[in-house]
């Protein structure tokens, strides 16, 4: 069959599985969305406000549906504005396919209108990227390009596509969908090495991450909790691995973990850690974080190994294969000696108390749990309000919360919440938000609202940029440089603008009143809560500290 290359690239998308892309189009890409138009009963684009909400919402649809996001973008401005987007998959390894049209070759590389060398730009961003020279070399570029970017660690790939590529034809031959590659079955030896690791300690702690979501291992991480009777914590990426209320479940680790989750790796004489890295948001202090632990580590990533913490064991392979092999070899233990320590520690816990008629943030998420319950996906964006949305929220299941880990992206939530909508339309998607992050891409709105979205936007609005005004209180004096922007933006009157539904949510009874109401309609509602600007997120460890020098009371901050 002889088909132009965007009539190639457009039937590999949907060979590969593809139903839905995000993006925006422009002259280098109008080839290739006019072989979208003519294939719209099999494949959906979506149109957004930014290319920079495109890869958000690419990579929110790839992490609440476990495939691999897809987004589109132009030459020049329109590429680079993907790449805050790609960086933030990136860093926590998310699947997704960027396309980026090119000019044609002719014209690369003499400045010419809207070019870019864009391979070049996200080459320390990706998993993988490649400029395609020659039509002949399309399909099956892409078909690697997926292959790529769903095997082993997860990551997203950049194909750069030039548009006189998109205009010359060859013969197009359909292939089956790529199949995800799997890394080698672990090591016999290092699984029984690690299984009498774990059977011999006395006070043995499981942290997990984002890599038990990906490698789909939360049953296996569930078994082995139980069948061992081993305390779990877990990273910001882990949320909602363990059911919320389990009896192994300490909650959050790191710098705004809780105080028994950290204190259990301090004491720990065994950390297992499950698709983790070690970052410096979780590992404060490198030189005395598990100080008394033998620590054995399970990634796919080989790379990982002590790359930020030196580890006793190391076990390479897809997580959930590794557990498989190991659940046999766990001997039934009952350690309740050692749940009686970390249960003791509890009361030392934050504890957030509720003040009559203010709305605190712990309230908002207690609220969401009991009003929307189980079918709620959390989306948030960075600072403050994501930490309060970790620490309180009651996710029960993976891919219930989505969040920007390890680049830290504000303005992140709305796109990806979009996107997310779009993956698991039948999900009660609740964006989170702050007025700093949400100021970034609020113009996200029109795109919810064109698609008719039921995302239900809650904003923390506490007129300062929360988390590094935080700082400033506690670290710089009081000093706050540029952190009350004093905006008097009206969301009500913004979001019915674009012709979307806000509501006040300023006491905990009308919040619950505005969300009951927000779940009825269609199309996109925001929820303006105000918030003290003094809240402060606590438990708090401070930048290269220990638990140690963990913060628990505000009384404890002055």
Known sequence: MLLTGAEIASEVLIEQGVTDIFGYPGGAALNLYDALYDRQDRIHHHITAHEQGASHAADGYARSTGKVGVCISTSGPGATNLVTGIATAYMDSIPMIAITCNVAQSLIGKDSFQEVFITGVTMPINKYNVGIRSVNDLADTIRECFRIAKSGR????????????????????????IKTEMPAKPDPALIMEAAKMINAAERPVLCFGGGAISADASKQIASLIATGHIPACHTIMGTGVVSFGDEHDLGMVGMHGSLIANEAIAEADLLIAAGIRFSDRVALNTGKFAPNAKILQFDIDPSENSKNINVTSFVYGDLKDCLNELLPLIDKKDRTEWFDRLNGLREKDYYPTSIPGQLRPHE?????????????????????????AAQYCKATRPRGFITSGGLGTMGFGYGAAIGTKFGVPEAKVIHITGDGSFHMNMNEACTAVSNDLQVITVIMDNKVLGMVHQWQNLFFNQHYMETEPGRRTDYVKVIEGFGGHGFEGDTPENFRKALEEALTIQGPSWIRCPIDPDEFVLPMIPAGKTVEDIVVSEEDLY
């Open 154 to 177: 997860k990551g997203p790939v950049l194909i750069d596509i030039p548009k006189d590529v998109l205009l010359a034809k060859c013969e197009y031959t359909p292939a089956e969908p």
């Open 364 to 388: 908002i998420m207690e609220i969401i749990g009991e009003v929307v319950g189980e079918d709620a996906v959390i989306v948030t964006d960075v600072g403050q309000h994501q930490m309060w």
